[in-house]
């Protein structure tokens, strides 16, 4: 019997406190240009590891490229076992990097926003808007910053194999596998599409437990930081 | 005596703080009423425990022991969700370092508390400018935290904590940071809303200009209420003082 009054009464309150998304995003957009020097720091991390990794996946496929054109001129098959391995392994690193250096400066930025977190709670944001404009900040900052990475990475290794290969050839690697996992072989462009959605998977995921964390304080304990 | 509206009640409030092995009573048994439409000053030198006091009163932080009440209502007994309602709707609270978000408008700043509240962007905006009017920046409404003096950065905090039309402002040393001028021009535009638009005022100082336009002073020490002064009781000391300069 409460149970329906107490119902009515929380979807009310609920309602009645809200940040809709054009302005949440807006809100995250101005922290990113008035923020610039930050967010390029931020971005910078997984511009990095993204372009490694696209480098990485690029030269893959490149090789079996070469691989089959060498095949085509003396008939010898050139293909490499241990490539394999060490693209995984290559790839696996760049992301570990990546995460490494994002998870740092996601920490930074939250940790020098307290003051403001703290502020934001006193004028009625629930601790879900401060996350949702955290994780909306880090998933904007990844994604542009892994699709940077991902055309600088692609950009020099293409230069690279022109110089080997020439331009049609090296052009020609966008189709050729860049990655096989268990079985499934995975072609260069896709392989480019899935490290541009890590890189922003990555950068929300690192930002989720700073942000979870200085959503909880206690607004006094917000306040009381100084940066 | 007559029967006073209670806006804030405090019961046997206690904060301890614990510093490593040290334990600091911040707040000791604490029992306050404030009335509806007053305008209260609660002094005390730095340390006596009124930012505490202020804390506990606005819900920014849990007492050890000891209740608070809002309109009657038990803040602990309230869920975040609410908790967040009566931050939003209900208390307006400016600070000594005037905490404006440094990346926003004045007129961002100002809407902020609105957008969370649900108004539309339009009639936010019109609100906003209105209460920016209000507080004599009218012309600044574009302008960034860091292009406004001091002075101004509090006005806009002021309109910020004006801008769901809240029963209470809380106010945390809000001259603390302001020249002697400024620092009067903000307690007389506090004055004037609490006249105006009939809000309580609640400021924790030291400010002693403060006390000219105080309806009761709270002293504080050591966590403990020292005595409370009437506006009658003031008078007379002002008039005093007056006196023994002539």
């Known amino acids: 019997m409460t149970s329906v009054l107490d119902e009515v009464s929380k979807r009310g309150i609920e309602k009645q406190i809200v940040l809709p998304w054009s302005r949440a995003l807006q809100m995250t957009r101005e922290n990113i240009f008035v923020r610039l020097g930050r967010s390029a720091i931020t971005a910078l991390g997984i511009f990095l590891g993204i372009a490694f990794l696209a480098a990485v996946l690029f030269s893959a496929a490149a090789a079996q490229v070469a691989a089959e054109k060498q095949m085509r001129e003396i008939g010898v098959d050139a293909a490499d076992a241990q490539t394999q391995a060490r693209v995984i392994w290559l790839a696996a690193m760049s992301l570990l990097v990546a995460t490494v250096g994002i998870v740092n400066s996601m920490l930074m930025s939250v940790t020098e926003r307290y003051k403001e977190i703290g502020t934001m709670k006193c004028l009625g944001a629930l601790d879900s808007f401060i996350v949702r404009l955290f994780l909306l900040e880090a998933g904007l900052l990844g994604i542009l910053g892994s699709m940077l990475g991902a055309i600088a990475g692609t950009g020099v290794m293409t230069l690279v194999s022109a110089h080997r290969l020439g331009w049609s050839l090296a052009l020609s690697s966008w189709g050729k596998p860049a990655l096989e996992l268990g079985g499934w072989t995975v072609p260069l462009w896709l392989g480019i599409v899935i490290a541009i959605v890590i890189g922003g998977v990555l950068s929300v995921g690192a930002a989720l437990y700073p942000a979870w964390r200085a959503a909880k304080m206690p607004p006094a304990a917000a306040l009381r930081s100084e940066f | ?246």
């Open chain 2, 1 to 246: 005596m007559s029967v006073y509206e209670y806006i804030v009640r405090t019961k046997d409030l206690s904060k301890v703080y614990t510093m490593g092995d040290v334990q600091v009573r911040a707040l000791d048994d604490v029992a306050l009423d404030i009335r509806r439409g007053e305008y209260v000053s609660i002094m005390g030198p730095s340390g006596s425990g009124k930012s505490t006091l202020f804390n506990m009163i606005g819900g920014l932080d849990k007492p050890t022991q000891g209740t608070v009440f809002i309109d009657e209502v038990d803040m602990a007994q309230l869920t975040a969700q609410e908790l967040a309602f009566l931050r939003c709707r209900k208390i307006g609270y400016i600070f000594q370092t005037f905490n404006l978000i440094p990346v926003m408008t004045a007129l961002e700043n100002v809407t902020l508390p609105m957008v969370f509240a649900g108004l539309t962007t339009d009639d936010a905006m019109d609100k906003g400018a209105e209460l920016l009017k209000t507080v004599g920046l009218e012309g600044r409404r574009d302008h960034k935290p860091t292009e406004l003096s001091g002075g101004q950065q509090q006005r806009v905090a002021t309109a910020r904590a004006l801008a769901n039309d809240p029963a209470i402002i809380l106010a945390d040393e809000p001259t603390g940071n302001l020249d002697l001028r400024t620092g009067k021009e903000i307690i007389d535009l506090l004055k004037r809303m609490n006249e105006e638009k009939k809000v309580t005022v609640i400021s924790a100082t030291h400010d002693l200009k403060m006390i000219d336009v105080s309806d009761r002073v709270v002293w504080i020490r050591d966590g403990q209420i020292e005595r409370i002064e009437e506006r009658a009781d003031i008078e007379v000391q002002v008039g005093q003082m007056e006196g023994e300069e002539h």
